[in-house]
């Protein structure tokens, strides 16, 4: 056991001398990693707010159906019943007529003309059912339900999600799936990159210490003893790597929350995202070194595999 620590320690020490020795030709690579953990941290964050920002929006809609006044109580309690058992209904509100009235009423407070008007005549208002949709995207399957035969019959108008309102929320959410589409793609060309950064980078420190590897074998070393050098280098490339890209996404908070947050930005609420980066912080720091090591290492696994199989032929 004693002897497999100390070769644990020769192979961390080694790696560690050597990232020191290349440290020229491992700027490129920990500068290519750099951005691309960084483009991973800002897409977490932003994913977070864009999420937490639907989520605002969708608690605020609701699809309103209107009821017909000739609606019998059982037909009103069937169709309840059933829009409870779809799938993207988060929560039903029945308004009765009476009901309806005191929260237009109520929303209309300031407006004495309005009140005047509806306070001339009988309640004009139908009851009302408030539907919260779970996912936004899937807010068709509520109104290709609303619009079925059986049921559009005990409506007395179409539903309130509509026109310009519908076109609005569409474009969010249009919006903010392709944003996200955008962030997976960098994210995975910005890695390719960076393997084939740190790949060449220890293709070349292996032809630099080709002879000394050379000698290794002949006094019968083992693959793993050669090779693992190399990864506890590429490792550290990663470690520094993710400390430098959180470093950069907190002074970019710092330096903007400001001057941003005074701005409409639309989606990207920068109060919340500052906060999420705050209260994550060490989830996301363990994210960046989990990510940054194994890029790394992987990447200088298939280097080394692919040279030490070249030599052995």
């Known amino acids: 056991?004693?002897?497999?620590?100390?070769?644990?320690?020769?192979?961390?020490?080694?790696?560690?001398?050597n990232f020191i020795r290349n440290l020229s030709l491992a700027i490129a690579a920990i500068?290519?990693?750099?951005?691309?953990?960084?483009?991973?941290?800002?897409?977490?964050?932003?994913?977070?707010?864009f999420n937490d920002t639907i989520a605002q929006i969708t608690s605020k809609i609701d699809v309103s159906v209107f009821l017909q006044d000739s609606d019998t109580s059982s037909q009103t309690n069937q169709l309840l019943k059933q829009l409870k058992a779809l799938p993207n209904v988060k929560s039903?509100?029945?308004?009765?007529?009476?009901?309806?009235?005191?929260?237009y009423e109520a929303q209309n407070a300031g407006n004495t003309q309005l009140l005047s008007a509806i306070s001339q005549t009988s309640n004009p208002l139908p009851a009302t059912i408030l539907i919260k949709p779970v996912n936004l995207n899937r807010i068709q399957d509520i109104k290709t339900f609303?619009?079925?035969?059986?049921?559009?019959?005990?409506?007395?108008?179409?539903?309130?999600?509509s026109g310009d309102r519908e076109t609005a929320i569409n474009k969010i959410t249009h919006a903010t799936d392709i944003l996200r589409e955008i962030g997976a793609i960098t994210v995975i060309v910005f890695t390719i990159i960076?393997?084939?950064?740190?790949?060449?980078?220890?293709?070349m420190a292996i032809f630099n210490r080709r002879d000394e590897i050379q000698i290794m074998r002949l006094l019968g070393a083992g693959t793993a003893y050669i090779r693992g050098p190399f990864v506890v280098e590429s490792a550290i490339y990663g470690i520094i790597s993710a400390v430098f890209s959180i470093v950069i996404i907190n002074s970019a908070f710092l330096a903007a929350s400001n001057a941003l947050q005074a701005s409409s930005l639309g989606l990207l609420d920068i109060g919340y995202a500052n906060n999420y980066f705050d209260s994550h912080f060490w989830r996301l720091l363990a994210i960046q070194l989990t990510l940054g090591?194994?890029?790394g290492a992987v990447s200088s696994t298939i280097a080394t595999r692919r040279y030490l199989k070249f030599k052995t032929k």
């Open 1 to 17: 056991m004693q002897r497999h620590f100390i070769t644990l320690w020769r192979i961390i020490h080694t790696g560690i001398v």
């Open 31 to 49: 500068a290519v990693m750099v951005v691309t953990l960084t483009i991973v941290l800002f897409s977490l964050i932003t994913s977070a707010t």
């Open 92 to 103: 039903i509100q029945y308004l009765s007529k009476d009901q309806a009235l005191k929260q």
């Open 146 to 161: 609303l619009t079925k035969p059986s049921v559009a019959g005990l409506q007395s108008d179409p539903p309130s999600y």
């Open 194 to 203: 960076c393997a084939l950064i740190i790949f060449n980078t220890i293709q």
């Open 293 to 295: 090591i194994v890029i």
